[in-house]
């Protein structure tokens, strides 16, 4: 079955230094999502992209967060500059049209 | 903002019982709900949804139940197999939300003991 891939797993960063979180959606799927969960908090939800613009996105994220599309297969999430609240695990999904998200494992950030 | 609750933080049960995971909701305007389960080390699995009009869906050993007027959902799992071992999430689209912008309450992390 096609599965969304994250790298990497882990990534730790010292504050103040800008982070690339790296996804690869299923391939025939159109619309691209980030979520994070903070630690012992419930899943949120980020950023939705579709046709290489900005669908949604949360009062998290901030002018700090960006995604890009830079090519066909890859979606990013890229934080400028990193503080130590951002740690979380990030989680990228991807969906067909109206059917449920579909998540990569996960990236766990770790700001230090 | 808790629109979706999930009180249990934690269940356990026997293998072969019922599982029952419990879920409230504050808007009265969501149009479906889902559940997902989530294994360590590994992002949230779609499991199973109900729209707002039915009170009752049902998938294999997976049926939810939808009580309106009690705004509150519960999914029930018989019988309960180890590897259901995992944290539960429901969820419920946000504003403009499909399937997919969703908020998810803080989950319940379910142990079936053999």
């Known amino acids: 079955e096609p599965e969304v891939t994250q790298t990497p797993s882990h990534q730790v960063t010292q504050m103040g230094q800008e982070v690339i979180l790296r996804c690869v959606p299923i391939?025939?799927?159109?619309?691209f999502y980030w979520y994070r969960q903070i630690l012992g908090q419930k899943v949120e939800f980020l950023v939705s992209?579709?046709?290489?613009?900005?669908?949604?996105k949360s009062e998290i994220f901030d002018d700090q967060f960006s995604v890009e599309r830079p090519d066909g297969s890859n979606f990013t999430l890229k934080i400028r500059s990193t503080k130590l609240e951002d740690s979380a695990m990030y989680f990228c999904?991807?969906?067909?049209?109206?059917?449920?998200?579909?998540f990569g494992n996960g990236t766990r950030l770790t700001v230090t | 903002d808790q629109q979706v609750k999930q009180n249990s933080p934690s269940l356990s049960v026997q293998e072969g019982r019922i599982s029952i995971l419990n879920c409230d909701y504050t808007n009265s305007m969501f149009d479906y709900f889902l559940w997902y389960k989530k294994y360590p080390a590994e992002g949230p699995t779609f499991l199973i949804s109900i729209s707002s009009i039915k009170d009752k869906n049902e998938d294999g050993r997976f049926t939810v139940f939808l009580n309106k007027s009690a705004k509150h959902l519960s999914l029930h799992i018989v019988p309960s197999q180890p590897g259901d071992s995992a944290v539960y999430f429901c969820a419920a689209p946000l504003p403009s939300g499909g399937y997919q912008k969703v908020t998810f309450g803080t989950g319940t992390k379910l142990q079936v003991i053999p």
């Open positions: 391939s025939n799927h159109l619309y």
């Open positions: 999904a991807s969906s067909a049209d109206n059917s449920p998200l579909h």
């Open positions: 992209f579709y046709n290489n613009e900005i669908s949604e």
